[in-house]
Structure formats: structure tokens, C-alpha cells
């Protein structure tokens, strides 16, 4: 079955100190992998997204995620939190070269930040 | 670039009535938009493929004579709730893809948030 893990469910961190959100992943064909943000009443925004090439992604804010096959897993991360970064955070994935709505997506992680 | 807006971003409504949410691309046109709905501390949840002009792609599970979808132009897609129940209270939120711009990302609409009393 195809599915998203994404094992915590909230994450508290100090600001300024490092963070990386888990994901791991069941899909039956080369995937595509996102990292999307979701601020509380707000739509959600892409961070960064794996389709080939490079496993190391750099997104947007400051985020990077690493790609490993062998592990199913496509964990997010980041050297130096701030307070903005509080927000859910959502793991997806989705069929390559597929429907780009079909996206399976996990059941996020909600990231606080203590100032 | 690539803004998504919906509206309205909250309803209330009675058991029985139905609501329409709007998902509108701003800046671009989109012959794809999807309607995705979340539940507290759930993932998002693909309902259906909305396409300009035609019928629209219902995932399995999704009722399409309660959830009726229409894609009539190429910034608008609506979202109708028909005879809303409680058990339909949840964050509707749509996304759409540029028209002739395949870049694997999908652009999010803001959700709304429907609570039906």
C-alpha cells in the first residue's frame, strides 16, 4: 500500500537550534517527494521537492532534505530554527510523471518553537 | 506568481443547506485544480480532479452528488456541499497546477473551514 509516515506528531525546539522532521515512505514506482508548510489558516507552501538527480535538496526558508532510497526516507531539515518556522509540516508523496494532484500525503508534523 | 485563493475562508451552515466554496487561480490559468479535504490532526486527503470544461475526476469513497464540482473556466473552480451534515464539518482546500507549466508543484488555496451545526 502506498503511504506517508510521518512519526512525529509534534515537535517542540529551542530557537536556533537544529531541526529535522522524519518521513518515510511506501510507494510501488519512482516517486516524487515534497516537503510542504502549512501556517495555521493558511493554504499550504511548497518548501522543496525531490523528482531525480541530486539526493541533498535545498528548498526555500533555509530548508534541505535528504533523499534515501534504501531507506524509504526523505527527512527535512534545518541548521538554525526561527520563531516564524512554527507551523505544520507536511511530507508527500507522489506518482512520477503522474497526476501531480494525486499526491499522498502524510499526517504532518506540528513544529513549535520556544523562544 | 501562482496565487490561489478561496473563499469563503469559514462557514457555518444548518444541517440540510447547501455551501459553495470558490477556488480561483489570480494570476494564472489552471485547466487542473484538485479539492482536497483535512481533517483535525489528518493528512490532506485528494477528493477529486476538477478539469476545465468537462466532468470532474472523483477519488473512490467521495460522493460525487454530495460534492459537485464545476470547473467552468480556467480560474475558477467551485466546490458545492449539497444537503451539508455534520459529519461533513472539515477544511476543504483546493490547489491547481499552471496551464502548460509542468514544474511538479501544485499552487494551495488558503482552505476554508466548514462547520455545519
Known amino acids: 500500500a502506498q503511504s506517508v509516515t510521518q512519526p512525529d506528531i509534534h515537535i517542540t525546539v529551542s530557537e536556533g537550534a537544529s531541526l529535522e522532521l522524519r518521513c518515510n515512505y511506501s510507494y510501488g514506482a519512482t516517486p516524487y517527494l515534497f516537503w510542504y508548510v502549512q501556517s495555521p489558516g493558511q493554504g499550504l507552501q511548497l518548501l522543496l521537492k525531490y523528482f531525480s538527480g541530486d539526493t541533498l535538496v535545498q528548498g526555500i526558508k533555509g530548508f534541505e532534505a535528504e533523499f534515501k532510497r534504501s531507506q524509504s526516507s526523505f527527512n527535512l531539515r534545518k541548521p538554525s530554527v526561527h520563531w516564524s518556522d512554527a507551523a505544520e509540516y507536511f511530507c508527500a508523496v507522489g506518482p512520477y510523471g503522474g497526476s501531480q494532484g494525486n499526491l499522498i500525503f502524510g499526517k504532518g508534523t506540528k513544529l513549535s518553537v520556544k523562544p | 506568481g501562482a496565487v490561489v485563493s478561496q473563499h469563503p475562508s469559514w462557514v457555518i451552515c444548518k444541517s440540510g443547506t447547501s455551501v459553495k466554496i470558490e477556488c480561483r487561480s489570480l494570476?494564472?490559468?489552471?485547466?487542473?485544480m484538485f479539492w482536497y479535504r483535512q481533517f483535525p490532526k489528518q493528512s490532506l486527503m485528494l477528493m477529486a480532479t476538477?478539469?476545465?470544461?468537462?466532468?470532474?475526476?472523483?477519488e473512490q469513497g467521495v460522493e460525487k452528488d454530495k460534492f459537485l464540482i464545476n470547473h467552468a473556466s480556467l480560474t475558477l473552480s467551485t466546490l458545492t456541499v449539497t444537503s451539508a451534515h455534520p459529519e461533513d464539518s472539515s477544511f476543504y482546500i483546493c490547489?491547481?497546477?499552471?496551464?502548460?507549466?509542468?514544474?511538479?508543484?501544485?499552487?494551495f488555496g488558503e482552505g476554508s473551514r466548514l462547520t455545519v451545526l
Open positions: 490547489s491547481a497546477v499552471p496551464s502548460g507549466r509542468n514544474t511538479g508543484e501544485l499552487f
Open positions: 494570476d494564472f490559468q489552471a485547466t487542473t
Open positions: 476538477s478539469n476545465e470544461g468537462s466532468k470532474a475526476t472523483y
